[in-house]
């Protein structure tokens, strides 16, 4: 069961209901694949609102592994997600609220 206080948040990914987490690892794991460089700059790229499915990929991979789920990106390309292209938007935005909190 996910722990809000912790900043996670319960998905439906791959027939399960999952538990994810953006943990420092996480969010270092982030700032590389991403080439953000760091923390603002990850901040920055997801506040101006435009992601592509790499980056939604990204994001709800290192989740997952943030977790406890030992899933990689390529096999998570390959699970249906609740709701599609639309349900994998909204796992990565409640993911980076419960991490980051409302933005502006």
């Known amino acids: ?17 999952r538990t994810l987490c ?13 080439g953000a460089g760091d923390l603002a700059g990850l901040a920055e790229r997801f506040g101006a609102g435009k992601v592509s499915a790499r980056d939604l990929t990204a ?8 977790g406890g789920n030992n899933v990689t990106d390529d096999e ?12 994998a938007a909204e796992i990565a935005a409640r993911l980076l609220r ?3 909190g409302e933005v502006g």
Request: net charge negative; aromatic share 2%; hydrophobic share 45%.
């Open 59 to 66: 994001i709800i991979g290192a989740g997952l592994r943030g």
């Open 22 to 34: 953006l943990t420092l690892g996480a969010l270092a794991e982030l700032e590389e694949r991403l």
């Open 76 to 87: 998570l390309a390959q699970m249906s997600v609740e709701g599609g292209l639309r349900g």
């Open 98 to 100: 419960a991490t980051f």
């Open 1 to 17: 069961m996910a722990n809000s206080h912790r900043g996670e948040i319960a998905a439906s990914i791959g027939g399960e209901v």
